[in-house]
């Protein structure tokens, strides 16, 4: 059924500061990593992404982390400009379980003038 | 541009009705799978396929039924829609082991 996502993390962030998201996932055999961000009415749109062999990856003002010691990764976002305003999901993949990605909880980035 | 389309963006039906949300995608993907999603949750795999007659049930149990007769589309259907199953439902497709391409969903109430 529907609920309000009133449980949904939110980080508020000055435009031109930098913003990190973070995020744990649970399975240690997990292989592939991505982050997504999803704007209100549209469906979840790809950003980065890092493979397990790697611990960090960058791409236009976006750098993820990975540290499988603690099963913990980050999106770290430059310069956060208010087209960044958005919710954005971490999901991991298991290519060994089928290529099914599962999804973490998402975080609101509200970016303020 | 995404090159996954999923119809009706929008769809409010009475209880008891039998529907079907449409995703075609262009990119010739061999994976396709349903995403359920209410505003601002994490998104739960319901349904997911890896080719033509292949068809699977994900982690999230539902009541919808899908098809795959086509390597292109993917529909899912509802056979009697209930309050219950108003949500967000998002198609994808993936190739190989690369991330997934979202369509922009269809948002389903069920009054």
């Known amino acids: 059924g529907e609920s309000v996502g009133l449980h949904l993390p939110t980080l508020s962030v000055q435009e031109g500061d930098n913003s990190i998201i973070n995020c744990a996932y649970s399975?240690?055999?997990?292989?592939?990593f991505i982050w997504y961000k999803q704007e209100s009415g549209k469906g979840p749109q790809f950003i980065i992404d890092?493979?397990?062999?790697?611990d960090k990856r960058q791409g236009q003002r976006v750098t993820v982390l990975l540290n499988k010691t603690v099963k913990h990764l980050s999106l770290q976002i430059a310069a956060t400009q208010p087209g960044d305003s958005a919710v954005y999901f971490c999901?991991?993949?298991?290519?060994?379980?089928?290529?099914?990605?599962?999804f973490g909880g998402g975080t609101r980035v509200l970016v303020k003038p | 541009e995404a090159d996954i389309y999923q119809t009706p963006r929008y769809l409010v039906i009475g209880t008891g009705k039998k529907i079907t949300l449409e995703c075609s995608q262009t990119?010739?993907?061999?994976?396709m799978y349903w995403y359920q999603q209410d505003p601002g949750m994490e998104l739960h795999l319901i349904h997911y396929s890896y080719g033509v007659n292949s068809t699977e049930k994900g982690d999230l149990s539902s009541e919808s039924t899908v098809s795959r007769i086509r390597t292109e589309h993917f529909p899912l259907t509802l056979e009697s829609a209930r309050p219950s199953h108003t949500s967000q439902y998002l198609c994808a497709s993936m190739n190989r082991g690369d991330g997934y391409t979202f369509g922009s969903g269809t948002r389903l109430t069920v009054v």
């Open positions: 990119m010739g993907h061999d994976k």
């Open positions: 890092i493979r397990s062999n790697m």
């Open positions: 999901a991991e993949n298991i290519a060994a379980a089928g290529n099914k990605l599962t």
């Open positions: 399975n240690s055999a997990s292989d592939y």
